[in-house]
């Protein structure tokens, strides 16, 4: 089935702004969930943002009021808006699904995803 087509990333300053897409249908229209990721070398995979198909996405706090996830069905396109970017905020970028099962408003909330993408790399210069 192929993985998402990730794009978006690069390099900014401190303040500055990006967003990200990740382009694959089954994430829109056979997901229970998506959820945008990120990992900085030598740290773990952090989940940033939960978006459910009614639209409801919750946050980490450290990016919330900073970062907007969305997506649009017609496009078969997810988004990240990265704004007031932080030096800390340097990591590659993935995302994720969980498909519609009865184990997935379960598997949204422990961050249990699948069908990752390539990942795009976002680096923040002070």
């Known amino acids: 089935q192929g993985q998402p087509v990730e794009s978006g990333g690069g390099s900014v300053q401190a303040g500055g702004s990006l967003r990200l897409s990740c382009e694959d249908s089954?994430?829109?229209?056979?997901?229970?969930?998506v959820g945008w990721f990120r990992q900085a070398p030598g740290k773990e995979r952090e989940g940033l943002a939960v978006?459910?198909?009614?639209?409801?996405?919750t946050y980490i706090d450290s990016v919330k009021g900073r970062f907007t996830a969305s997506f649009d069905k017609g496009k078969s396109t997810l988004y990240l808006q990265l704004s007031s970017l932080r030096p800390e905020d340097t990591a590659m970028y993935y995302c994720?699904?969980?498909?519609?099962?009865?184990?997935?408003?379960?598997?949204?909330?422990?961050?249990?995803?699948?069908?990752w993408g390539q990942g795009t790399q976002v680096t923040v210069s002070s």
């Open positions: 089954k994430y829109t229209r056979n997901s229970y969930c």
């Open positions: 994720a699904r969980v498909p519609p099962t009865d184990e997935a408003p379960d598997r949204c909330l422990r961050y249990e995803f699948i069908d």
């Open positions: 978006t459910y198909m009614d639209r409801r996405t």
